[in-house]
Structures are given as C-alpha cells and as structure tokens.
C-alpha cells in the first residue's frame, strides 16, 4: 500500500524567501504526482501535477520536482508571498484509474 | 463557471439517521471521486466512478454507498450514520485519470 508523507507539518518564513516542500512516497511504481493547495475552509486546487515520465513541473513561481528512484517529490516557491500562507499537500497516484494517496500536508505561514 | 459543486455545506445528523451527500459538475468529466478528511489528516479514498454506472470502493467505503446514473451527478449516500463519520466530504472530478483533480468546497458533516 502506498504510504505518503509531508514533513514538516508546519513550516513559517519571512517574506520573500524560497520554500521547499517534501514529499516521500513508499512505492516508487507511482503513476503521477499531484501538489494542491487548500485554504481553510475551502476544497483543494491543483498546483501541479507530474506524470510519471516527467521530472519536474513550472507554472510561475511554483517548481515541482519527482525522483520516483529514491520516493520523493518537491515543491519550491520562490519569493513567498503573504498569500501563499495555506496546506499544500501532495498525492500519488496509485494506479490507472487516478485514485489518489494523499500526505497530511504541510501548513504554510508567510510573514510579512 | 460553477466547476463541482457540493450541496449542502454543512449538516448535523444525528446517529442511526442516513443522507445523501449531493455532488455535481459541469465540465462533462469521466471520473468523479469522493474523499473525506479528518483533522489534521489527509484525504482518503471513499468511492470513485469512471463513468455513468460504473462505481468501485476506494480505501474506506463501509458505511457509504454511491451511484453514477448520469455523467454530471454523483451522490454519496450515508446509511445509519455513526460518529466516526463526521468529517470533512470532498467531491473531485477529472476529464481523464491522468489529469488534474477539480475539487467541491466540501461537506462539512457532524454526527451527534
């Protein structure tokens, strides 16, 4: 059973400094990656979503990468911004009908 | 562009009491999903359709039942709550597996 985890649960920086976030999966025969970001309250959008014979996803600010080797992905924002303060969580796909293992997220907060 | 929208927002049901959590998209999406969220928790995988009449169990279904008679619609239905239901309901569609998850607002349900 695939097995996903975010550390750290919950991460705070200043302003203008680039975040990195992790994601460790156990079963490197993912099919694709997803990042979402949830606000409180709200449901989940999607950020970026890797297939499993890509590398890395851009979209702006937001860069993810995927080693499905050594079980990781990571999600780097660069210049944060106040409005990036959110979860973000990541979720493999564990087979061909999409169905999706998801962390327990990470919790954002940008300072300004 | 309304994207999956999630009725009703919140609910308090009492146990033993059953209902019918309603999820609807307009993109014309194949797959729908339903997940719940506990505190602190990430999603998990209640029940997913491919299509209309076509549902299968996902990671935790006991207690839920779903059905898919037309591409927009896919309700959750819950029979004789208990209160390890209660719990944060999310509605995901997708165009095809490999594409990006769009997310409801969720169900926020009590069950006392």
């Known amino acids: 059973k695939q097995e996903v985890t975010q550390i750290p649960a919950a991460l705070s920086v200043p302003e203008g400094e680039n975040l990195v976030l992790n994601c460790s999966f156990t079963?490197?025969?993912?099919?694709?990656l997803q990042w979402f970001r949830q606000d409180p309250g709200k449901g989940l959008t999607s950020l970026l979503l890797?297939?499993?014979?890509?590398r890395e996803q851009t979209s702006g600010r937001l860069n993810a990468s995927l080693d499905k080797s050594s079980g990781r992905s990571t999600l780097y924002i660069a210049a944060s911004q106040p409005g990036d303060s959110a979860t973000y969580l990541c979720a493999g796909e564990t087979d061909s009908w999409g169905k999706l293992q998801f962390g327990a997220g990470t919790q954002v907060v940008v300072t300004p | 562009n309304a994207g999956v929208t999630q009725t009703p927002k919140f609910h308090i049901l009492k146990i033993g009491q059953s209902m019918t959590l309603q999820c609807t998209q307009d993109m014309n999406h194949n797959y729908m999903y339903w997940y719940r969220q506990d505190p602190g928790m990430g999603l998990k995988l209640i029940y997913y359709s491919v299509g209309a009449g076509i549902t299968d169990k996902g990671e935790v279904p006991n207690g839920y039942n779903v059905s898919r008679s037309t591409t927009e619609d896919f309700p959750l239905r819950l029979e004789l709550a208990a209160p390890s239901q209660t719990s944060v309901y999310f509605c995901?569609?997708?165009?095809?597996?490999?594409?990006?998850?769009?997310f409801g607002d969720g169900t926020r349900l009590s069950i006392l």
């Open positions: 995901a569609s997708s165009y095809s597996s490999d594409q990006p998850q769009h």
């Open positions: 890797i297939q499993s014979s890509q």
């Open positions: 079963d490197s025969a993912i099919y694709n």
